[in-house]
């Protein structure tokens, strides 16, 4: 086989394949998961040093420089000797950073920035959903506006029932849109930090580290969550952030995926009453 063929005898999703945006695809690929880590440990670090550990600006500069560089070869490498993968690309960090080695990841266990990092993803892919999902709105807006006095028949449970307005109709699909998009943007928004926690959520390692300065721990939890463009910080976590926050995602997805779904099937029933045609290009085969 070719080097082509061998790229393609592994799975690949439809999903991203055919489906999903280039802008969504890079944000969830590996490499954009662990340059979010290394921002993490580069956070830390910069509020470490600002509340008086012993970082210094050398050592930052030098994490800084290869925060985008990650070399996935040495990371596969140290894995396979250390089985763990979040002290793999510590390690593999460390190789490129030789003097900011002592500090990378001081402190922290691997939630923070496995956890920390499916948090800022979450938040920036629901974010991406706005621009396409506000476009659908205001095409779909100007087409009930184009139509709004066209009448059609109305319907219930798909029986014929009194006269509506093709406008009325997409109204419909509107709101749910619009209630999806209103969801979305205030699940982005009102997502939560989990921080800098240590181990088991105790903080106990960075208490040590500040010789006992609770005021000190305090800080570095709001400083980090600054720096990744948080304002809410989790006040109690245990290891990770509590799971319920992925249900309150998939629960906002699900709402606009009910929407998408109300909306496309009502298209593909009235196209079977030649009520609705979809577009077809010149070139186009099948349905």
């Not at 001081?106 to 991406?128: H, K, P, Q, W």
């Not at 699909?173 to 209103?182: F, G, I, M, N």
């Amino acid at each position: 086989m070719g080097s082509g063929d061998e790229v393609r005898a592994g799975y690949e999703s439809p999903f991203v394949t055919r489906w999903a945006g280039r802008e969504m695809v890079h944000k969830w690929s590996a490499v954009n998961k662990f340059r979010t880590w290394r921002r993490l440990w580069i956070a830390l670090a910069e509020a470490q040093q600002e509340l008086g550990l012993d970082v210094s600006d050398e050592q930052l500069d030098e994490l800084r420089a290869h925060r985008d560089d990650v070399d996935f070869e040495a990371a596969e490498r140290l894995e396979r000797e250390m089985r763990h993968d979040v002290m793999a690309h510590v390690h593999a960090y460390g190789e490129q950073c030789p003097k900011a080695r002592p500090i990378i990841h001081l402190g922290a266990t691997s939630a923070f920035v496995g956890d920390n990092a499916d948090l800022i993803l979450m938040r920036e892919g629901l974010r991406l959903l706005r621009g396409p999902l506000g476009g659908a709105c205001r095409n779909l807006a100007a087409f009930a506006r184009e139509h709004r006095a066209v009448p059609c028949l109305a319907y219930t449970h798909f029986q014929a029932a009194q006269l509506t307005t093709v406008g009325k109709r997409a109204c419909l699909w509107l709101r749910d849109l619009l209630d999806a998009l209103e969801a979305i943007e205030r699940a982005a928004d009102e997502m939560p930090f989990r921080g800098a926690k240590g181990t088991t959520g105790t903080q106990a390692s960075y208490l040590a580290l500040f010789d006992g300065d609770g005021e000190k721990v305090k800080r570095l939890d709001a400083l980090v969550a600054e720096k990744m463009g948080f304002t809410r910080v989790l006040p109690v976590t245990g290891q990770t952030y509590p799971r319920v926050l992925d249900y309150e995602v998939l629960t906002t997805l699900g709402r606009l995926g009910a929407a998408c779904h109300k909306m496309a099937g009502d298209i593909r029933l009235l196209a079977g009453l030649k009520e609705i045609e979809e577009p077809f290009g010149a070139r186009q085969v099948g349905s």
